[in-house]
């Protein structure tokens, strides 16, 4: 059964599955059409260093740099409208190929053209983040979307950070409205 990930309430992934190396993180949504557009939701991954910055551009995973520099983590592709069961997004980590300068792996979700769209978090239902298994899928942790963003568009949904030898996931939760550049503008 999965852990359900509690905002500050750290867990070592490692310790919960030993030999684990590597994961998948999936986002999932319920599909929602609001002035005419599906709410299109998109992951994404800001693998920073220890001063909380990115290592360089080239390690942040989104929909237009698939792959860090390292190899170790692979965005395979853009769901634009939630549909259907499970992860509608995912993002494939090695956690060890990740480069030893990387100490946050911080998970973003933000809604694309949220601003000329007027969409924002209050109109995105039963979102989740899994941290699953990628040897044989099965889900380690789950955070599930239970706050009511009405204003924001943007969110650091989870980090996972290097805790010596291990990697401890976090629930964050935190929002933010401006969209993916204000995230960009944060840890860049």
Request: overall charge negative.
């Amino acid at each position: 059964m999965a852990i359900q990930l509690e905002k500050k309430k750290p867990i070592s992934i490692i310790k919960e599955k030993p030999g684990l190396t590597h994961i998948i993180a999936g986002l999932g949504w319920d599909p929602a059409t609001v002035n005419g557009h599906s709410v299109d939701l998109d992951l994404s991954l800001f693998m920073l260093g220890e001063n909380g910055k990115l290592v360089t551009d080239e390690y942040f995973i989104f929909y237009n740099n698939a792959t860090s520099p390292d190899g170790a983590v692979n965005y395979p592709g853009d769901s634009r409208g939630g549909e259907g069961d499970g992860d509608d997004e995912v993002i494939q980590i090695d956690l060890f190929k990740i480069n030893p300068k990387v100490e946050f792996l911080y998970f973003a979700v933000t809604i694309d053209q949220s601003e000329i769209r007027g969409h924002n978090f209050g109109h995105v239902q039963n979102s989740y983040i899994n941290i699953r298994n990628a040897a044989d899928n099965s889900i380690l942790c789950q955070y599930l979307l239970k706050d009511n963003f009405t204003n924001e568009d943007s969110l650091i949904i989870a980090t996972i950070s290097r805790n010596g030898g291990t990697w401890n996931v976090e629930a964050l939760g935190q929002a933010f409205s401006g969209g993916l550049n204000t995230l960009i503008d944060l840890y860049q």
